[in-house]
């Protein structure tokens, strides 16, 4: 029913635009038509008892009725006969014509593939007729951070950037915690106080082991942070990509400025203002690099490498790294150098790709901009390819007072005590010492 009033539209909107009623310039024809008009008047009223429904029709009939027939003139009608104020003036403009149909019975037209559209885009801007505002929100920050997006359409989508350097909308700048776990996080209950309170300035996820089956409570920080993840093993090529899936997944956040990467046995030295504000406000991304000739640095270069990678630019550095978003997003979508590590850089060969690949990589193309040491500290006195951990006595307030300020560095142009944000390797037993100590050295909880 609804339709059909619909259809009718396109030819009301023919009704004044035509001129066949208003041809009588001509005097001597005047009479004829006024005859001409009567007998279309009786005509007009004989059709529209025929077809009362549809009075619009009798209208769009009686156009083209003078044209058709020139009957003998009666001279009953020779006088002019009192106009008809119902045919003579305009006709009386029918309902459709006047205000729209309401809202909702346009929508619903609109959305059935039988009818053509409206013949008038005015239709879609009446007041309250549009449909609810969509703006950018799902397109800045994904409600939901896991999805089904294949690793290539990941990294495809995640490498895109504005070039409009000003946002249409209130940008908060966020740091991004990524965490690459196995399974639980020892130190989450560390962490939740560290969090709590600064909801808004920061993104958590988390690329922990596929056969991880734990979850966490629904008031947690860590709660719906799980990115979809892959097995990863020590050494080998697919760490990096679990570093590439947890850049990716975060760079979906626009307001993501900030992208630091942890793991399981890592805990913040600072408290949550100081570690944004030092973050947000550096001038320069923190990943460690140096060239080390030895057996265990240059020594895992292959000539094969050649010719996107020359010895003389091969670096090293320890994992945990912080990158800016410019960082971020070149690494996930370098497919210049990563494919090099990928084909010729594996642990069977004696070649850890997550020791050489992004210090490699920046010194390259990015150094100008790193600050070439990390925030997170790491004990490597023991030697050896694994750091030393500490246990739970180990964790004294002169331990914690030590890394936090125990060391001198420059940030942003300037020499500073505070050159470790975070530390690691730490055994869960500690955790205990951590929130005993962690209200009165580092200032939460
Ligand atoms: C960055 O530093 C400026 C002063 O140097 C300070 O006013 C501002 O609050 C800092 N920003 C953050 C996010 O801490
Ligand atoms: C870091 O190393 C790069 C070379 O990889 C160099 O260009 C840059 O000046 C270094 N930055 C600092 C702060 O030493
Ligand atoms: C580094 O680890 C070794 C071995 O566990 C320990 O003796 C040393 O005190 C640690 N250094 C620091 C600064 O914690």
Known sequence: MKAAQYSQLPIHHQLPSSSSMHQTSNPLKLLSCFLLFGIGLVLGTMLSSYTKSSPFNTLQSLQFL????????????????????????????????????????????????????????????????????????????????????TEEELLWRASMVPRIPTHPYKRIPKVAFMFLARGELPFAPLWEKFFRGHEGLFTIYLHLSPEYTGDVAKESVFYGRRIPSRPVEWGEVNMIEAERRLLANALLDFSNQRFVLLSEACVPLWNFETIY?????????????????????????????????????????????????????????????????????????????????????????????????????????????????????????????????????????????????????????????????????????
């Open 66 to 149: 003078p044209p058709l027939s020139p009957p003998p003139p009666p001279p009953r009608l020779l006088s002019p006969p009192p106009p008809p104020p119902r045919l003579l003036s305009p006709p009386p403009p029918p309902p459709l014509l006047s205000p729209p149909p309401p809202p909702p019975l346009l929508v619903f037209s609109l959305s059935s593939p039988l009818l053509p559209l409206p013949p008038s885009p005015t239709i879609i801007l009446y007041p309250g007729q549009s449909p609810a505002r969509i703006g950018l929100k799902g397109y800045l920050e994904p409600s939901n951070v896991m999805h089904d997006m």
């Open 277 to 445: 504000s030092y973050l947000i406000n550096s001038t320069q991304t923190f990943v460690s690099l140096y060239d080390d000739p030895s057996s265990t640095g240059r020594g895992r270069y292959s000539k094969s490498m050649l010719p996107q990678i020359h010895i003389d630019q091969w670096r090293k550095s320890s994992q945990w790294f912080e990158v800016d978003r410019e960082l971020a997003v070149a690494i996930v979508s370098d497919d210049f150098y990563f494919p090099v590590f990928q084909k010729f850089c594996h642990a069977q060969w004696g070649c850890y790709a997550d020791e050489h690949y992004l210090p490699t990589m920046i010194n390259i193309k990015y150094g100008a901009k790193n600050s070439n040491r990390s925030v997170t500290f790491v004990n490597w006195s023991l030697g050896g390819p694994h750091p030393a951990r500490y246990y739970r006595k180990q964790v004294t307030p002169e331990l914690l007072r030590w890394m936090r300020e125990g060391s001198t560095c420059m940030y942003n142009g300037r020499p500073t005590n505070i050159c470790f944000l975070f530390a690691r390797k730490f055994l869960p037993n500690a955790l205990i010492r951590f929130e005993l100590f962690a209200p009165k050295v580092m200032g939460f909880g």
